[in-house]
Nanobody
Framework: QVQLVESGGGLVQAGGSLRLSCAASGRTLSSYTMGWFRQAPGKEREFVARIRWSGGITYYADSVKGRFTISRDNGKNTVNLQMNSLKPDDTAVYYC????????????????WGQGTQVTVSS
């Protein structure tokens, strides 16, 4: 099992930036795919971005492409999500997740989840 703890959420004005971090422990992540998902009130959880730990290959949802950047820090065993040009529609609880599979396109392929961190973007 991989334990995941998110941090960095908060309240920001539209156009602003936030950086989320996900600290991972419990397993070596070299064979994992790490993902960020989000869930707004009344909506289903949706994919935001993912990164293959080995090689750093990334993939983004169209809604965040060009604004968000996912990265990993091997030394700290963390996955980060830099969010720029934030919009009110980005308001959601953001979750970090780990998958043993690649490319792990489906939410069901992620079997380790963090508790989530709230991001609120005001207009």
């Amino acid at each position: 099992q991989v334990q995941l703890v998110e941090s960095g959420g908060g309240l920001v004005q539209a156009g602003g930036s936030l950086r989320l971090s996900c600290a991972a422990s419990g397993r070596t992540l070299s064979s994992y795919t790490m993902g960020w998902f989000r869930q707004a009130p009344g909506k289903e959880r949706e994919f935001v971005a993912r990164i293959r730990w080995s090689g750093g290959i990334t993939y983004y949802a169209d809604s965040v492409k060009g604004r968000f950047t996912i990265s990993r820090d091997n030394g700290k065993n963390t996955v980060n999500l830099q969010m720029n040009s934030l919009k009110p529609d980005d308001t959601a609880v953001y979750y970090c997740a780990a998958s043993r599979y690649y490319p792990a396109r489906s939410l069901d392929e992620y079997d380790n989840w963090g508790q989530g961190t709230q991001v609120t973007v005001s207009s």
